[in-house]
């Protein structure tokens, strides 16, 4: 199936421009909040960052834009001082929640030396569109239209990458795994979605998910346990049975397995912070909108 990317659903959790020193590195990030299931874009505007994934090692300047698909183990830091434009949002592949940036699973670079005001306009917009207390109709499209031309190069890029060997109807796969996350699937069932004999869409989704099939079931369903938690509607047994596991106990297990952190105590976070995580550790003094 071709991907159409006007079918890309587009989520975003926050956007901010913020000033941050040496306070900002992974070791000071609450620790559900530093593996999320978030892409994030960052957009210095002046001073020095370091992102660092596995061996290789990506300079936060002027003139660069930086993304970082979901579920990445990269480390950040600060040496001095760093003022930067930041987001973190989806882009889900057709009727799925797997984010398209996590399927390509590397971070991409971008050039935007002579885009450099150009990116600086739209992320103004989008924070000032995000701050107002209420939105139209219309201020939804222009964000979402605003949004699309801030990824636009990065999914250029994605694009333009050499043709990997993926999976035989990848996407019918991974949108019958969205609708059915919370109910037990086997291997043969899956299997027969993807056309493909078992043993071999498990070897498959490996080397090309980079992560096994139930270890991806497992992260969408504490995908939308996360959502239900952002929510603030329900309890943690009432997310555990929404999301597919047969006990709160299991929940915990596999929640505090994923994001090192039992889901009462993520609750209590979310509550106290909101939005406010990751890439978003900010220094309230020092935050600049």
Known sequence: MELDYNNLTLKTIKVHR?????EWRTE????????????????????????TDGDRQYI????????VPPFSNVRVCCPERLCKYWTHFNAFLP?????IFFQYGKCIEIDVREQQEYYSLLFDR???????ESRSAIDH????????????????????????TVLPRAIELLQYIEENYN???????LAKVAGMHPNYLSTNFHRNMKIKVFEYIERVRLHHAIEYFRQGKMTISEIAEKTGYSSVQAFSK???????VSPRNYNAMEKKEKTEIAAGYVNPVTRKK
Do not use: H
């Open 95 to 99: 009727g799925t929640q797997t984010d």
């Open 126 to 132: 989008l924070i000032k569109i995000e701050s107002q």
């Open 60 to 67: 936060l300047k002027p003139g660069m834009m930086l993304l």
């Open 28 to 51: 000071n990030f609450p620790q559900p909040c530093r593996i999320i299931s978030w892409s994030r874009i960052y957009f210095p505007v002046s001073g020095e960052g370091v992102v």
């Open 18 to 22: 913020i000033l941050v020193g040496p």
């Open 183 to 189: 109910k037990k699937m086997t291997l043969d069932e």
């Open 254 to 260: 596999s929640f505090k397995k994923i994001y090192s």
């Open 141 to 164: 499209y222009e964000y979402d239209s605003f949004l699309r031309l801030l990824i636009a190069p990065f999914l250029r890029a994605v694009a333009e990458m050499p043709v990997k």
